[in-house]
């Protein structure tokens, strides 16, 4: 317990930091708080793919001796505004590799030892950042449910037969169950606003370029971008402070926050009044938002107008055309893991069709995808120039069943059903532009629902002013599950 008599996990990973640098918390009880709630509740929910307690530790022992000298030497302000989650556990996506822990990304055809740490791991560590675990994620993160065959689904804890979504389902997992206060999560189709949505989280896909995707290449079509998970719009504004910065040899890098300037210091600031459009008209062509998901969108559009803000209806940026384009680059993506020719019949039955589907791409028709998808995505920005912020559904419906989507009986239809569980999320990945889920709904059986804000190339500070702004006007954070 902290001095005010809270447990760890109740508070938000900011509190958790501050009670840390106050000496109210210890670097290494925190850890061990959360070890003993993952051997109590991650097999109930199906947040990791492994577990790190000892590097955990290790890495607390040393924030404890940094904040120890940091108090001695009066510098804790100064290693506050430097690193505001310094000593808190932040675990990483198993798409992504942390040298000398075990990586499957979900798949039992994978399983290697990195040597070397993605760039983002590297800022997280700097950021003094304790890394608790891999999170589950589907095979190769190709899904939008998390079910591996290496792990136990991923669950989401407001509803333990719903799909903690995909494919950062146990990222999102983890953290709406108290396993963690946050966690890293990566976006190439929707993979951090749909878990957000499902398990009534704050999730961010940044901007293109926004943090680093080295030292591997990005997948075909540069959809993808590493993000924040969080229960607040702050934690995930501190975590995205400390994951943002391009790297030498980065491909894109997103224009830098003035200097002095954090998005932490962005999410409590009046965003001033805004002009937003909104539109609910799915580009996968019949896709049906469920009534519940339109409620949610309603309610967010009048709360948005209630606090000054200018919203008007705009026509749908994106039509049924684009679908094919954003299908080519993603089936040719699934091809960008190599694996020897006797491991394809180990694949799940989805997988194995995406990867299919890829080689039977010539390089003009990946060309052509690529430049439709491009041009697509220029119109679309050019039509929704004159707003500062577009209000959608974040997910059509509400969180699917576990197994709801998945058919690996045929997995033509599994991809269709994902296509219209998920038609708003995808096209952010082709702009390039952030993209915030808020858990702003909350049906009559207590699911969350979330709303996505779209907001300009560049401009994740000012989607971070308005979501903190929601917050404000209509808190989530007293709303846990009955498992917390």
């Known amino acids: 317990m902290t001095a005010g008599g809270s447990a760890p996990h109740d508070l938000t990973a900011l509190e958790q930091a501050a009670a840390l640098r106050a000496g109210e918390l210890d670097p290494v009880e925190l850890v061990e708080h959360y070890e003993a709630r993952a051997e109590r509740l991650d097999a109930v929910v199906g947040a990791f793919a492994t577990r790190t307690p000892e590097r955990a530790l290790e890495q607390a022992r040393a924030a404890r001796a940094r904040l120890a000298a940091a108090r001695a030497g009066g510098e804790l302000a100064e290693l506050a505004a430097r690193a505001p989650l310094f000593g808190v556990p932040v675990p990483v996506k198993d798409l992504h590799a942390v040298a000398g822990v075990r990586m499957r990304a979900g798949s039992r055809v994978v399983d290697v030892v990195p040597e070397v740490d993605d760039h983002v ?8 950042a304790t ?6 994620a589907p095979e190769l993160g190709l899904p939008c449910y998390t079910e591996p065959d290496v ?5 989401s804890p407001w509803d333990l037969a719903r799909s903690a979504g995909g494919s950062s389902g146990g990222a999102a997992a983890a953290v709406a169950a108290g396993l963690a206060p946050v966690a890293h999560g990566s976006d190439g189709g929707g993979s951090i606003r749909i878990p957000a949505s499902a398990c009534g989280l704050v999730g961010l896909k940044p901007s293109r370029g926004r943090v680093s995707g080295g030292p591997l290449p990005g997948a075909v079509g540069d959809l993808g971008v590493h993000g924040p998970l ?7 504004a501190a975590l995205l402070d400390a994951m943002a910065g391009a790297w030498p040899g980065d491909p ?9 300037t954090t998005f932490l210091a962005a999410a409590g600031r009046p965003p001033g009044r805004l002009r937003v459009g909104r539109h ?6 019949g896709a049906v938002v469920a009534p519940e998901v339109v409620a949610a969108y309603d309610a967010a559009s009048a709360l948005l107008e209630d606090l000054g803000h200018d919203v008007e209806e705009v026509p749908a940026p994106f039509g049924p055309d684009v679908v094919p384009h954003f299908e080519v680059l993603w089936s040719v993506s699934a091809l960008q893991v190599p694996l020897p020719p006797a491991a394809e019949p180990l694949l799940r039955p989805l997988t194995r069709w995406l990867r299919e589907r890829g080689r039977a791409v010539s390089g003009l028709g990946l060309a052509q995808a690529q430049g439709a998808g491009r041009t697509a995505a220029r119109r679309a920005l050019e039509a929704t120039a004159a707003y500062d912020v577009v209000l959608t559904p974040t997910l059509a419906q509400l969180p699917a069943p576990v197994g709801g989507l998945r058919d690996d009986d045929d997995p033509a239809a599994d991809f269709a059903a994902q296509k219209a569980f998920t038609p708003f999320t995808s096209t952010a990945n082709l702009t390039g532009q952030p993209a915030l889920s808020l858990p702003l709904g909350t049906t009559a059986q207590g699911l969350p629902v979330g709303v996505q804000l779209l907001g300009r190339y560049g401009e994740e500070a000012l989607l971070l002013a308005l979501g903190g702004q929601l917050e404000a006007a209509a808190p989530w ?3 846990v599950p009955a498992l917390w």
Do not use: C, E, N
């Open 121 to 128: 791991v590297r800022r997280l560590a700097a950021a003094g």
């Open 131 to 136: 890394m608790t675990g891999k999170t589950s």
């Open 151 to 155: 792990a136990p689904p991923a669950r």
């Open 230 to 236: 969080a229960r607040t719009v702050a934690d995930a």
């Open 252 to 260: 894109f890098a997103a224009p830098p926050l003035p200097p002095g």
């Open 280 to 285: 609910r008209v799915p580009p996968v062509p």
């Open 477 to 479: 954070r007293g709303r």
